[in-house]
């Protein structure tokens, strides 16, 4: 009996000290100002200049080649399978995940790149001179700042067809891809926008006086800080309905009700500023100033109980896209039984590829991706969606 009781109590021990943050092997040097995640591909950007990629969930880490310069890289982002950096210097692009390098676009006259988000066919970028516009994959770029007032844009958050820009100013709103802006920060008393997070209908601000929710598309802003004990939040990332908060000198949080209260999921972490989040199918990913990347099971800070075998799709499906036909924008519904590798992309009535809207690993479950079809002009439309051996395809029209 005692030593049944000691064996109890030493696993007990070992999985109380398995239950926090790891540091993962590296990267060896610097801050780590942003992450881009693809799959099994996870890219740490350094603030000192340099990335870093992993392919197994940060237990070892390799430079990416030389091609780009030697400045400071303050966000990353996945545009389908290519992978952009923005810099010090500008922004730059790699078709082979890292392997090599080449510029894209300096936007002068301050070309630090703060964000990047790709939103369907388009490409914008966050800088110190405001917002610029790519409708062509990057070829070319337009000022898109009507309505900005010359504002530093430090991040970018997407909810169908609203595109929210965070700056040292506050929250602006487009609807119309960019074309003008219009200040949306009514309730927020801290104008510092660090980062946006979207679970469903609900809108998170990260600000350096707290999250900031909005469930009417920006008209109203309320605090949602209860439990957070360090208001200044640089990160946000959400992982299904949970919302995580990296902050300056507190770590990291957690709320699982939208922001109404927040539980510190900092165990093991050093004492440091969290200036990036990021997760995979399994972990959370927390990016530091001076302290590498750490690394803790999504599993172990959300209970959430497995679901039944028959809560599971009894099989592969891709159901009618709606509303059908759709002016803009479109929801198109599919089932996944088991894991796996899922594509669904977007093809003209000739058969030209329009867009790819997911390329990566997916759990059984029910899923509604949004298309917005802004900048392709009306008529009939097919959408594909292929898992291993499977491959559907349905019909839409798009009436403007």
């Known amino acids: 009996m005692k ?3 000691s064996v109890l109590i030493i696993l007990l021990a070992v999985n109380l000290c398995q239950a926090q943050w790891v540091h993962t092997s590296g990267p060896p040097r610097g801050s780590i100002s942003c992450f881009a ?5 996870l890219f740490a950007g350094i603030s000192g200049g340099g990335i870093y990629r992993t392919t197994n969930s940060g237990s070892t880490w390799s430079s990416v080649p030389s091609g780009l310069p030697a400045s400071p890289i303050s966000s990353l982002a996945f545009s389908n399978t290519t992978l952009l950096a923005g810099t010090g210097v500008g922004i730059y692009r790699s078709t082979n995940y890292g392997a090599k390098w080449t510029p894209l676009f300096s936007p002068s006259p301050y070309a630090f790149v703060n964000a990047l988000a790709p939103y369907g066919t388009n490409l ?15 070829s070319t770029w337009t000022s898109a700042n009507d309505g900005l007032n010359g504002s530093i844009v430090y991040a970018f958050g997407i909810k169908g067809a609203e595109l ?7 929250i602006y709103l487009s609807t119309n891809n960019g074309m003008n802006w219009s200040s949306v920060d009514s309730g927020l008393t801290n104008l510092t926008v ?9 809108v998170f601000a990260g600000t350096w006086g707290g999250v900031y929710l909005s469930t009417n598309d920006g008209k109203k802003w309320m605090p949602v800080n209860s439990g957070l004990t360090d208001t200044t939040v640089f990160t946000l990332t959400a992982s299904g309905t949970n919302l995580f908060a990296g902050t300056e000198n507190k770590g990291v949080f957690l709320s699982t009700n ?7 999921v900092d165990s093991g972490l050093p004492n440091s ?23 803790r099971p999504l599993a172990e800070m959300i209970q959430s109980p497995e679901p039944s075998k028959e809560e599971f799709p009894v099989r592969f499906e891709l159901r009618q896209n709606y509303p059908n036909p759709f002016n803009l924008t479109t929801i198109i519904p599919f089932s996944v039984p088991i894991s796996g590798k899922v594509t669904l992309r977007i093809f003209d009535a000739c058969g030209r590829l329009i867009t790819t809207l997911i390329d990566e690993t997916k759990g059984p479950g029910e899923y509604e991706p949004l298309w917005n079809a ?17 491959a559907l395809t349905k019909k839409m029209v798009l009436v403007k």
Do not use: C, Q
């Open 124 to 138: 914008f970028a966050g800088t110190f001179s405001g917002v610029y516009l790519s409708t062509n994959n990057g």
């Open 164 to 170: 929210f820009a965070g700056t040292y100013e506050g």
């Open 258 to 264: 939208n922001g109404m209260s927040w539980n510190p």
């Open 37 to 41: 995640a693809l799959g099994r591909n």
């Open 3 to 5: 030593k049944s009781v």
């Open 273 to 295: 500023a969290i200036y990036a989040l990021a997760v995979d199918d399994t972990n959370l990913f927390a990016g530091t100033y001076d302290g590498g990347v750490w690394r």
């Open 194 to 202: 660090d980062a946006f997070a979207v679970i469903g209908s609900n």
């Open 374 to 390: 802004a900048h392709v002009s009306s008529g009939t439309y097919f959408y594909t969606m292929t898992s291993g051996r499977s």
